[in-house]
């Protein structure tokens, strides 16, 4: 009889105790709601406690909030990440940290006054800004007194339907849809889901902008001086909504391919190094870090230099969680996040250098910088020709390549199609000029448009390479130019142009690169070092001209047919 009150009195112990357990797990899931609600509740009571740069309600206002009094993240939502990749169905779902939703203004206020309110004690370096607020004041754009010079005006040939990548009237058709839902109707007033409509029956506006820049690329160039698609495509990478994430196959180092709502897609390559850290002294060129900063600051480059040949790439501030994390269906991708002893939420991928826990990619505590490269037409429409660069680097720890031990290596190259004839050589050229600004070493492959044949512009991929080192100019990248002793004439009198005072490469990258929204993108240093650069580029040439005379290293490009001209082999 003893025993079996004991027994009961043991089973309704065990029954309180569950009871008990359930209770603390269901307030603990409630609290973050309540204390949620309880602040909406608050904010909406007191309307005169309101700020007019506080107005953006949602994820960016709360996580100041929580930041400062809270603390970031609490313990609800790190058990949220912690068991994300024991979850089979995660990836189908969701379940962001944030419930709402800011506009990308907001975003970039909420951090500008999140880095303020933690840390009024010290000095505070904002990396987001805008480019209206940081502009110095000058009486005179430097950058837009370059782009009015004769020299960035000169005219494209006319265009034919062979020099435009596509026909609009023929080669194209669009699904509708990919304006974001812009009202696309049919003739009996319901939305056209099914049929692509062809893309002359309505406006060139009201494609997508990414479309716009598709359609824009010919045989000489991937974008005019100025169309206006250009600023609002930059615009659409840094505040169109991601809808889905996965990890970009093949590659050294992990890159994330980003989806649009607007159907386009660009290349994600996220911060790997601080401004100021240098390639280490010990590393190869091939197994040294892709910066975010060097794509940005290399499409600078190319529109500072009236080359061109690099598809637009702007800076990103992500959420790690909501627009990576949340939206991959990537599975490899998902399983690799996790919360560091810091309490910052971190993943690593898949790729062969520098995937690993160690080298893992950490926000601060979940937003990460990057750089959002457009992407080129698909190949299924548009197909790109992959070719070796003739001065490609050996990629070995000993071994040296040809042209490195062959003073007379570039006369076997100009008797070599496709730079026995035409401007490919000089492209080529264009290209060293273009890596000895930047400090890239990694140029072993260029791509071109299948569709016009030998006769059209490099395209300048991958940069991520550039911009290691301040301190240290790598002559080698310069071989090209000293061993063949061509240059574009149109390509010698800007860099003589940019080595000018008035000009000043230096202080006209500091400019463009203040329109960015991750600025400063580069130290003063790496801008320095590319006006020191600049001058040993002259001073090649200068040599050049001295040895072979102005008329055999300067190629006229300027005036007549440059199909009639003569070859870059030709002496």
Known sequence: MIKMIMFRRFRVLLLMVFLVACTMHIMIDLLPKL?????????????????????????????VRTAAEAGWPNKHTLRILQDFSSEPGSNHTSRSLEKTTATAGGRAEAARRLGLSAGKAEEHKPLIGDAARTVPARDVSRLTALFEHPLYKIDLPALTDADTLFNVNTDIRFYPRATGGQGWQTDDGNEEDEEFTPMSEVSAESYPNWLRFHIGI??????????????????????????????????TQLKLIMTFQNYGQALFKPMKQTREQETPPDFFYFSDFERHNAEIAAFHLDRVLDFRRVPPVAGRLVNMTREIRDVTRDKKLWRTFFISPANNVCFYGECSYYCSTEHALCGKPDQIEGSLAAFLPDLNLAKRKTWRNPWRRSYHKRKKAEWEVDPDYCDEVKQTPPYDRGTRLLDV??????????????????????????????????????????????????????????IRKSTYLRLQLLAKEEYQLS?????????????????????????????????????????????????????????????????
Not at 38 to 61: L, N, T, V, Y
């Open 35 to 63: 204390e949620k609600r309880g602040a909406e509740s608050d904010d909406a009571g007191c309307q005169c406690a309101h700020h007019p740069a506080g107005e953006a309600q949602g994820w960016g206002k709360q996580r």
């Open 429 to 486: 050229l264009d290209m060293t000029v273009f890596d000895f600004l930047m400090g890239n070493m990694d140029r072993h492959h260029y791509e071109t448009f299948e569709k016009f044949g030998n006769d059209t512009f490099i395209i300048h991929l991958d940069n991520g390479r550039g911009f290691g080192k301040h301190s240290h100019d790598e002559m080698s990248i310069l071989v090209p130019l000293s061993q063949c002793c061509r």
């Open 218 to 251: 010919n045989r000489y160039e991937l974008y005019s001086r100025h169309n206006p698609v250009l600023d609002a495509l930059l615009k659409d990478l840094v505040n169109q909504k991601i809808t889905s994430v996965a990890m970009k196959s093949g590659g």
């Open 507 to 571: 202080s006209l990258m500091e400019e463009s690169l203040l329109r960015d929204r991750l600025t400063p993108i580069l130290i003063r240093p790496h801008l320095q070092a590319m006006d020191r650069r600049l001058r040993l580029v002259l001073e090649v040439l200068a040599a050049c001209v001295e040895k072979e005379g102005h008329n055999n290293v300067v190629e006229e490009d300027l005036v007549g047919d440059t199909s009639t001209q003569r070859g870059p082999g030709h002496r």
